[in-house]
């Protein structure tokens, strides 16, 4: 069965420079979450997005944006990375119903040095 | 808000032995879904086991089986026969339900399980 598909699975920057992540969610699902896991913490949500309209936000930097393209496709943008910024960062999808689970990715892991 | 709790940092089996990881939540939400997820080595977030708030059977998924209290906004998940596999970080999540849009989880601090053989 397709999976979600992340890419870069890692990526080295240097402070201050620019990232952006990319999420191709499985097929049919049209909704989209970001997550921030950091070391030895739990995932915490970012940012989420329901037929390419922004759902709800939780915790993500102003110097981080994102959106959901017409293929469903989404991307994190994250600039001015700081140290912090370290972190392993999960996209998942789901299906528009009620019950749905949603599915995660195999992260990008997000190295600021 | 919601907050989900996991009280064991680390837990510790013998292979094929049965094991019980706990949760709870905290929510004023009458309708609800709780899962547990599981991160190996690897990273990756798997689903285990997925129960929704209005059913009163526990849900259970071959070795994996859940204790769901709703009175006491408790949600332990049972592990039987427990195999070298089943090492990993779990984490237990809640969501609200969606009434239009998409509901973000929310994870618990993680129990990591080892499996001694």
């Known amino acids: 069965a397709a999976g979600v598909i992340q890419s870069p699975r890692h990526l080295i920057k240097e402070k201050r420079e620019t990232a952006t992540l990319k999420c191709y969610p499985i097929p049919r699902h049209d909704t989209v979450y970001w997550y921030q896991q950091g070391p030895g913490q739990d995932p915490q949500f970012l940012i989420s997005f329901y037929e390419k309209m922004q759902s709800d936000k939780g915790s993500i930097p102003d110097r981080f944006s994102a959106q959901q393209f017409s293929d469903y496709h989404s991307e994190l943008n994250m600039s001015s990375l700081e140290l912090g910024d370290s972190a392993l960062y999960f996209c998942?999808?789901?299906?528009?119903?009620?019950?749905?689970?949603?599915?995660f990715g195999p992260g990008t892991r997000l190295t600021v040095l | 808000a919601q907050t989900v709790t996991q009280s064991q940092p680390e837990m510790s089996v013998q292979e094929a032995e049965t094991v019980t990881l706990s949760c709870t939540y905290d929510?004023?939400?009458?309708?609800?879904?709780l899962f547990w997820y599981k991160q190996p080595p690897s990273r990756q977030m798997i689903l285990v086991i997925r129960q929704e708030a209005y059913k009163q059977q526990n849900a259970t998924e071959n070795r994996f089986s859940v204790n769901f209290q709703k009175a006491a906004k408790s949600f332990s998940l049972k592990i039987s026969d427990s195999q070298l596999g089943d090492a990993a970080m779990y984490f237990c999540?809640?969501?609200?339900?969606?009434?239009?849009?998409?509901?973000?989880?929310?994870f618990g601090q993680g129990t990591r399980l080892t499996i001694n053989p």
């Open positions: 998942a999808s789901s299906l528009p119903l009620r019950t749905d689970t949603q599915y």
């Open positions: 929510t004023s939400e009458s309708d609800y879904y």
């Open positions: 999540a809640y969501r609200s339900p969606k009434v239009q849009g998409a509901q973000k989880l929310v």
